[in-house]
């Protein structure tokens, strides 16, 4: 098997974990290239990946378009400003690379419907990082619910209570701003608004009310969010949504609650089982799926990757396809429009 050549564009915050994505999955792919418009971060991630990776000879490049013109490659890997994540898909795919793509996809949904048709267009394929997916308690919630464990399924919550302070805002400019990143419902707590649309009616959805506020921090969109989703299924989805926790981040939980089944998912960022009942029994009930992670980030990059190179190997969707990606940003749109600031 022939390895997938990979780029990174953007190398900021959240870059690194994507290159031990690719360091874990070595024997699949490799990283030709690295781009971003400051040159040192962009040589940071080449000097953690050539560390890793013995005879690695990893570009540089401040320029994307020069890269797809210079580099023959099979994936760019997108981290930048989530404004610009539609424009540099599109000119991906047609330059003839799949992508993969930081939450959210993008910022509109017109934007979203235009990389899908790209992608159809092209042959290239999507994935969006909700990595989340991935974490193996999620995934184990996610067999019960396949298997029919929960009987009709009521309700479910969201609860990310972290905190982000001035120093992270000012880091980075456009973080907060309603042209390239939107409020901590749309950075902070995209992933989780995913899993629970995953779980509860895959965004087939009847109705939203939501409220928002910026409590404390000097930024254009909100520090806190709060969502209730009618599913057309039925179910009842909430989410509370904070980045103005004192003093530290506190929790990410998902919580599931059916007729027949309770299951809270919880730790930092969804990695802990902390209740897990059933009305009937199965043998991998008593599986222990917790898992230890360093970051909010958690661990779930690298089988995101795997399931992504498998993908385009087997000529399959992958997990988090364009489809999949855009529900929960449509979600989040959708609560922007009902709660104006």
Request: charged fraction near 30%.
């Amino acid at each position: 098997m022939t390895k997938l050549r990979f780029a990174i564009l953007g190398c900021g915050r959240i870059s690194y974990k994507h290159i031990e994505a690719l360091i874990n999955n070595i024997e699949y792919a490799e990283l030709a290239a690295v781009c971003d418009i400051d040159e040192s971060k962009a040589v940071e991630r080449k000097e953690q990946y050539e560390a890793k990776v013995q005879g690695s000879d990893v570009k540089v490049y401040t320029d994307y378009i020069d890269m797809l013109e210079k580099e023959q490659l099979d994936v760019v890997t997108i981290a930048t400003e989530s404004g610009y994540h539609a424009k540099q898909a599109i000119e991906c795919m047609n330059s003839g690379a799949h992508v993969l793509i930081e939450k959210p996809m993008a910022l509109s949904v017109e934007d979203a419907d235009k990389m899908i048709a790209v992608s159809k267009e092209t042959g290239r394929k999507i994935c969006v990082s909700h990595q989340n997916r991935f974490n193996p308690p999620i995934q184990k919630l996610r067999r019960a619910i396949e298997e029919g464990r929960f009987g009709r399924i009521m309700s479910g919550t969201a609860r990310i209570l972290w905190t982000r302070d001035m120093n992270y805002y000012k880091q980075a400019p456009w973080r907060g701003t309603a042209a390239l990143d939107g409020g901590t419902l749309m950075n902070q707590c995209i992933h989780n608004i995913d899993l629970l649309q995953w779980m509860l009616g895959g965004a087939e959805i009847e109705r939203i009310h939501a409220e928002r506020e910026t409590f404390l921090r000097d930024i254009e969109m909100e520090d806190f969010g709060a969502i209730l989703i009618r599913f057309k299924n039925g179910s009842i989805g909430i989410v509370e949504g904070s980045a103005v926790v004192y003093p530290k981040n506190l929790e990410e939980t998902l919580s599931i609650f059916g007729e027949k089944g309770t299951v809270v998912i919880g730790g930092l960022a969804v990695n802990e089982i902390k209740t897990w009942q059933f009305a009937d029994e199965r043998d991998y009930d008593k599986d222990d799926t917790s898992t230890d992670i360093d970051s909010v980030y958690g661990e779930g990059h690298t089988p995101l990757y795997k399931d992504f190179i498998d993908a385009i190997n087997d000529n399959r969707e992958p997990l988090v396809n364009g489809e999949e990606g855009k529900k929960a940003m449509e979600i989040i749109l959708r609560a922007y429009e009902v709660s104006p600031k």
